[in-house]
């Protein structure tokens, strides 16, 4: 059963434009979402979070949007740039529940910023 | 700070034989996680400590794999023997723990061949 689904494996974007990574989930007790970026041979490194209590929340290019209804949320990395191409993974947890601090992961996406 | 550390970066061994890796989490952290990443999906728990209570091993295979983390600090993941569906990244993360939405930080993995 996939909780967290990144149903693009991969997604191509011109440099200074927009990237708009997306995620749906199934779990309506997710209270906390995540988005870690990989770069090949090193671990997940954490880019931004949003909790169930907001709609947005945005860091320098970077935005995370959260419709709750929808069971949906999208990363949207404006401009982008060939340092960003990585996978990008989506992540949720039910902080307030009693999975605690369980983090569960989408597939990833991977991202490539073109010159 | 340091990060998370993890060791050995890479290992190869023949199936049926043992393997243990070893991580250090961050400072404070009372959270340590577990996790495998196979190639092309996201990374998926194995393991969880709060402190030094394992709250949800769940999806550990556990006639192989074991896990322990002394004194709520250091923590090894074991397998013996090793399968070559074992061949796999294995990820240790940690967090600080507790009911506030705080991101899981990762290290740089071990990166598992089972020839």
């Known amino acids: 059963d996939q909780q967290v689904k990144q149903n693009s494996p991969s997604l191509s974007v011109q440099e200074g434009r927009i990237s708009i990574l997306n995620c749906d989930y199934t779990?309506?007790?997710?209270?906390?979402f995540l988005w870690y970026k990989k770069y090949p041979a090193e671990g997940p490194t954490f880019l931004i979070s949003i909790s169930s209590i907001k709609d947005k929340n945005e860091d320098g290019r970077f935005t995370v949007f959260l419709n709750k209804s929808a069971k949906h949320l999208s990363l949207h990395i404006v401009p982008s740039q060939p340092g960003d191409s990585a996978v990008y993974f989506c992540?949720?947890?039910?902080?307030?529940?009693?999975?605690?601090?369980?983090?569960?992961f989408g597939q990833g996406t991977e991202l490539s910023v073109k010159p | 700070e340091a990060g998370v550390v993890q060791s050995p970066r890479y290992k190869i061994i023949e199936k049926k034989q043992p393997v243990a890796f070893w991580c250090n989490p961050i400072s404070g952290h009372n959270t340590l996680y577990w996790y495998r990443q196979n190639l092309g999906q996201g990374p998926e728990l194995l393991i969880r400590?709060?402190?030094?209570?394992?709250?949800?091993d769940s999806q550990l295979p556990k006639d192989r794999f074991s896990a322990e983390r002394l004194k709520g600090v250091d923590s090894t993941l074991k397998i013996q023997p090793a399968e070559l569906g074992d061949s796999a990244v294995y990820l240790c993360?940690?967090?600080?723990?507790?009911?506030?939405?705080?991101?899981?930080?990762f290290g740089q993995g071990t990166r598992l061949t089972v020839v």
């Open positions: 992540a949720a947890s039910a902080l307030q529940y009693n999975q605690g601090g369980k983090l569960i």
């Open positions: 779990n309506s007790m997710f209270d906390y």
């Open positions: 993360a940690s967090r600080e723990g507790g009911a506030g939405y705080t991101e899981a930080f």
């Open positions: 400590y709060e402190n030094e209570e394992a709250v949800d």
